[in-house]
């Protein structure tokens, strides 16, 4: 064999182990290599794991001059598909790294927020956040968004 | 060993026609340019400092994260519009090598930049095979490549089989992994989680529409034990050229479902990546031929 060859035989079975060690950690969440080194191979065996019965949706309002709270527009910020919306909302990759992370992602996106909307014209001496969480419904997608049925909860713990 | 050691050589390191490998990639750069176009509206919010920086890691003066500040709205739509020309090159397959590094360096920063929230598995292995796909030579046959080189863009040389060979394997992989969880899983051991997927935030119109037929629960309890039985053979099977076409059928008919119901349309790639399997000899007509080795036309 030529070296290039012993080359992209070495990639082949470094390709192998990798996606071999997601496999374990697909079934039995070990593997030989820590879970930073496989994440990405996992990544590409592991859709759709499981199922929430509520839909979810980022809510940010910003406190006036009169100390009243006010709801702000949040889609011009997360244009794209209600799902796509979701992912981002939801700060996954953040998430991924633990409370703390998930926290300081939650007050910075307060603090643009803020921001953006003073760039609009539009003041507010803080912003808060919490999440809209719903029920599913056949009938669409914010049919059950009721008052009785929609409950605030903490953007960080979900709770 | 010695016999397994030259089967797997021959596998990996055999060379073999270039047409498999060109499907996919046109599959890719199509499937790409779709993709990448629905965010041409929103290159202010995504990408630019008009939009929310959610940055993978927040930028600290002097590091190299400070590449991750968002640009001005010009800078932007610059690296937007690069991006489209790399991908171009790839559907093309003109400059490919060159095309496929910008691609998969642009696709990188804006993932860090932005995307990062929104990486599941179907961006990962859009990366994957980008990144495969790239280092191939699929540009080696119905391409720009070969019409400036020979006049003819069916003219085809051989390239390594290996890259052909880790998509398959990938590919498989894929399917028989998800397999495995969809087996063990909690969630997965009912059909609510398949009801429930025809009325989320994914949902398409005619999901919601089909979901308000309340149609009894044993019918996504099947649905849930066919997606298993489905995963579970096409590992199996799409390696078998006698059941291959009951196999593409079989993959084409679930991801076409997955578009009707959650809209989520990029993994029907997945589809034309099944010539992955495909001897690429195949793709080559009957009695116009030629051998592996130099260089032919179809």
């Known amino acids: 064999m030529r070296i290039r060859d012993y080359g992209i035989s070495l990639g082949v079975a470094l390709y192998i182990f990798l996606t071999l060690n997601g496999l374990a950690y697909t079934v039995a969440q070990r593997s030989l290599l820590p879970r930073r080194a496989v994440r990405f191979f996992y990544g590409m065996l592991a859709p759709y794991q499981s199922y929430g019965t509520n839909n979810v949706e980022l809510v940010a309002e910003g406190k006036t001059k009169d100390g009243s709270w006010e709801t702000i527009d949040l889609l011009p910020y997360f244009p794209g598909s209600t799902g796509e919306r979701t992912f981002r909302e939801l700060l996954l990759s953040r998430r991924a790294q633990g409370e703390t992370a998930t926290a300081q992602g939650y007050a910075g996106l307060a603090e643009q927020i803020r921001i953006k909307e003073m760039d609009r014209g539009r003041s507010y001496s803080e912003v808060r956040l919490h999440i809209d969480t719903w029920p599913m419904a056949p009938d669409g997608y914010e049919v059950l968004r009721l008052p009785v049925f929609t409950k605030a909860i903490d953007p960080v713990s979900l709770e | ?298």
């Open chain 2, 1 to 298: 060993m010695r016999k397994l050691l030259h089967a797997s050589r021959q596998f990996f390191l055999e060379p073999i026609a270039p047409h498999s490998l060109a499907v996919m990639r046109i599959a890719l750069g199509g499937t790409l340019v779709i993709l990448w176009l629905r965010y041409l509206p929103h290159v202010d919010m995504y990408f630019s400092h008009q939009g929310l920086a959610l940055p993978y890691i927040d930028p600290m003066p002097g590091s190299l994260s400070m590449l991750l500040t968002h640009p001005p709205l010009s800078v932007a739509y610059a690296l937007y519009g690069l991006l489209l020309i790399g991908i171009l090159g790839m559907l093309l397959g003109y400059g490919y090598r060159a095309a496929s590094l910008l691609t998969i360096v642009l696709l990188v920063y804006l993932g860090l930049l932005s995307f990062h929230n929104f990486l599941a598995s179907w961006g990962r292995l859009l990366f994957f095979t980008t990144v495969i796909l790239g280092m191939s030579g699929a540009d080696k046959t119905y391409s720009l490549r070969m019409y400036f080189k020979n006049g003819s863009w069916t003219a085809w040389e051989k390239v390594d089989a290996w890259p052909q060979r880790i998509l398959a394997i990938q590919i498989a992989m894929t399917y028989f992994g998800v397999g495995l969880q969809k087996t063990f899983l909690p969630d997965w051991q009912s059909g609510e989680i398949l009801a429930y997927a025809f009325v989320n935030g994914w949902s398409t119109p005619l999901a919601h529409t089909i979901a308000q037929w309340n149609m009894p629960m044993w019918v996504y309890d099947g649905m849930t034990i066919g997606v298993k039985i489905l995963h579970g053979a096409l590992p199996i099977t799409l390696w078998m050229p006698r059941y291959q076409k009951y196999a593409f059928a079989a993959g084409a008919a679930f991801h076409i479902g997955v578009t009707v119901v959650m809209g989520m349309w990029w993994f029907l790639l997945l589809v034309p990546l099944y010539a992955a399997f495909v001897n690429p000899q195949r793709f080559v007509k009957p009695g116009n031929s030629r051998p592996l080795h130099g260089t032919g036309k179809a």
